[in-house]
Every structure is written in C-alpha cells, then in structure tokens.
T-cell receptor
Framework: EDQVTQSPEALRLQEGESSSLNCSYT??????LFWYRQDPGKGPEFLFT???AGEEKEKERLKATLTKKESFLHITAPKPEDSATYLC?????????????FGGGTRVLVKP | NAGVTQTPKFQVLKTGQSMTLQCAQD?????MYWYRQDPGMGLRLIYY???????DKGEVPNGYNVSRLNKREFSLRLESAAPSQTSVYFC????????????FGPGTRLTVT
C-alpha cells in the first residue's frame, strides 16, 4: 500500500526566511509525485509533478526536488501570500484508477 | 476555461435525507474522481471514473453512488445521509493515461445533522 508522510505539520516563518517541507513516501514503483497548494476553503491547486529521482522543478519562490524516498519543497524568501497548506501525493504503478495517495499536508504561515 | 466546477458550495442535510453533488469539467479530460477531506485524515478517494461509461470504487465508497453522465459530468449521490458523511467533497479530473496531474474543483462543504 502506498503511503505518504509530510513534515512538519505546521511551519511559521518570517517573511524572507527560507525553509523546506518534507514528503516521505513508500510506493511499489513510482509513477509520479505531485505537489499541491491549498488555501482555506478552496480546492487543491496543482503545483508540480516529479517523475524520477534527481528531478527538480521550480515556480517562482518554490522549488521541488525528488529522491527515491522523499521529496522536498523549498520555499525561498517566502512572502505572506505563500501562506497555505502544501499537500504531497504519490501515484504508484499499481494505483487502481490512477489513484493519488495524499499526505496530511504542511500548514505554512508566513508573517510579514 | 472554468476548469472543474462543483455545485452546491454548501449543504446541510438531516440524517436520512438524500442529495446529489454535481461536478463538471471543461478540459476534455477522460478521468474524473470524487474525494472527501476530513481533518486528520487527508484526502481520500471515494469513487473514480477512468473513462466515460466506467466507474469504480475507491478507498471509502460505502454510503455513496456515482454516475458518469457524459465525458464532462460526474455526480456523487448520498442515498441516506449519515453524520459520518459530514465532510468537504472535492471533484477532480485528469488526462489518461497516467501519470497526469489531477485538477480539483472548489469543493462542497456538507454537514449532516
């Protein structure tokens, strides 16, 4: 069974204070690892897909990296508008119906 | 493009009542999904439709039924609502085959009293 664990559960940052979120996963063959951002009262918003170890993707102040056991979402010089819950999900090669398995998320609060 | 739309946004039901949550996507995606999101439980898959004309159970299908009306629309029905079904429901869609990212709707917040 695919499993995803995210840490920390919550993160408080000062504006400009860079940090990293962790996503540890176990999957019997990885098809893809996905990062989403979720604002309160809204649906998850797609950020990145990573397919293989060593891959990196960037979008504005966010950079996602992938190893065989975990992924990191680096937030560089965050701004208050980066405050959100960040969700990690995996899709394994045995995932029925292209099912995604989600972690519990990391709530990020960036204070000005 | 509206992406994935869901109706209603909010709903309150009494135990035993029935209702249908509607979902539509305009991205011409083949696959559609229904998830529920509960505090401490994350997002869990209820049902999915890999393509028009097919539906399958996910992790937590009990108490729910679905209909893939056409390529655009995928509805979720609660036949006899229970307090345990109080949750936020999200519809999502994706291309097929995998591993294409899923795009989510804004959600329906359902309370069953």
């Amino acid at each position: 069974e695919d499993q995803v664990t995210q840490s920390p559960e919550a993160l408080r940052l000062q504006e400009g204070e860079s940090s990293s979120l962790n996503c540890s996963y176990t999957v019997s063959g990885l098809r893809g690892l996905f990062w989403y951002r979720q604002d309160p009262g809204k649906g998850p918003e797609f950020l990145f897909t990573l397919y293989s170890a060593g891959e990196e993707k960037e979008k504005e102040r966010l950079k996602a990296t992938l190893t065989k056991k975990e992924s990191f979402l680096h937030i560089t010089a965050p701004k208050p508008e980066d405050s959100a819950t960040y969700l990690c999900a995996v899709q394994g090669i045995k995932a029925a119906g292209n099912k995604l398995t989600f972690g519990g998320g990391t709530r990020v609060l960036v204070k000005p | 493009n509206a992406g994935v739309t869901q109706t209603p946004k909010f709903q309150v039901l009494k135990t035993g009542q029935s209702m249908t949550l509607q979902c539509a996507q305009d991205m011409n995606h083949n696959s559609m999904y229904w998830y529920r999101q509960d505090p401490g439980m994350g997002l869990r898959l209820i049902y999915y439709s890999a393509s028009e004309g097919t539906t399958d159970k996910g992790e937590v299908p009990n108490g729910y039924n679905v209909s893939r009306l056409n390529k655009r629309e995928f509805s979720l029905r609660l036949e006899s609502a229970a307090p345990s079904q109080t949750s936020v429901y999200f519809c999502a869609s994706s291309e097929h085959p995998p591993p294409y990212e899923q795009y989510f709707g804004p959600g329906t917040r359902l309370t069953v009293t």
